[in-house]
């Protein structure tokens, strides 16, 4: 989607005022003298002087990917291809149909993916029903085939109350300051706007240098303690965990980057086997504890706090 199909929401990273295009950037309409570069027919709406990114990082869109690797290399695409995932994620799909299904009931809605550089797993389940009329936002800090904006998450660089749904997934491990980052999420979403968050909880680094945080079921939920739950639970179980586990314990074999991407390959295919056991222990109360990864869908209303006393009661593992 082209950008000018949401620029008239767009706004300051620094102050959240409204900014206007002139030429190939855009200009905060307020005191604060905000510019912000257009690379490529996409608009770079970050404050270099709070985000760990700067205008230079994204000038060239064919810069190396920051989390995804893409190949040119026909060959090393077809041993990515067959490479087997070791997450069975058995949520996402599901949840995805359920938000099409409550989004139809709303005229025109306007959907912010956060992270949206490619299309996260079972996302097809929400594009493909989406209604008319719908504008989406996928937004990043990389170029990529969904990229129409990029941002930082810390600030949102959109006016208040403007999003019917803004969309997390494995997303807030990644960033600095995940409680920054979901409040900015609540001021962005309009009465009633819903919130979609899958993060892991036991798993490895993923994301090099930009990997920081993971969360447990209730630091999950505390996390989105100004929404009201509509559902949680797991995205992967115990099974999966495990997967990462043997996987990560084959790789703490490398002795620099070269090994650690060879053993990190064929590790994929000695570990993937375990995450199938989630089709039985996710059944189970105790897999809360051990989860792989969490999702969260909730709903911003007006004033709502989930207090600490509810979140602890609230616990739905086994552990004592």
């Not at 069975?88 to 995805?96: I, Q, R, V």
């Not at 586990?245 to 060879?262: E, G, Q, R, V």
């Not at 207090?307 to 609230?314: N, P």
Request: net charge neutral.
């Amino acid at each position: 989607m082209n950008y000018h199909l949401f620029k008239e929401i767009l706004a300051c990273p620094k102050c959240h005022l409204p900014v206007q295009e002139v030429k190939d950037y855009f200009e905060c309409e307020n005191k604060c003298h905000g510019a912000y570069p257009i690379y490529h027919e996409v608009p770079v709406l970050i404050d270099p002087g709070v985000s760990v990114f700067a205008f230079s990082d994204f000038a060239n869109n064919t810069a190396p990917d920051i989390f995804f690797k893409s190949y040119k290399n026909p060959v090393l695409q077809f041993f990515k291809k067959i490479r087997p995932d070791i997450t069975l994620n058995l949520a996402s799909k599901k949840n995805y149909a359920q938000i099409a299904l409550q989004l139809q009931k709303i005229s025109n809605p306007r959907i912010l993916i956060i992270g949206g550089s490619i299309d996260g797993q079972g996302i097809s389940a929400l594009k493909e029903n989406l209604p008319i009329g719908t504008v989406l936002v996928e937004s990043d800090v990389a170029h990529g085939p969904n990229t129409n904006i990029i941002i930082d998450a810390h600030q949102i660089p959109f006016q208040d109350n403007c999003f019917d749904l803004v969309i997390a997934q494995a997303v807030l491990e990644h960033v600095l300051d995940p409680f920054i980052c979901v409040s900015e999420i609540n001021r962005v979403l309009k009465h009633g706007g819903m919130v979609y968050a899958e993060t892991p909880f036991m798993q490895q680094v993923h994301g090099g240098k930009f990997d920081f945080h993971r969360f447990t079921a209730l630091g999950h939920r505390r996390l989105f303690r100004h929404f009201r739950e509509e559902k949680s639970g797991l995205v992967a179980g115990a099974g999966s965990m495990m997967a990462w586990s043997l996987l990560y314990f084959i790789t703490s074999f490398s002795l620099n980057k070269k090994m650690d991407k060879a053993l990190s390959y064929l590790g994929s295919f000695a570990s993937f086997w375990l995450k199938y056991f989630d089709y039985l222990l996710n059944q189970h109360t105790s897999s809360m504890d051990t989860a792989c990864g969490l999702f969260f869908l909730g709903k911003k209303e007006p004033d709502y706090l989930l207090t600490d006393q509810e979140l602890l009661a609230s616990y739905k593992g086994n552990k004592s």
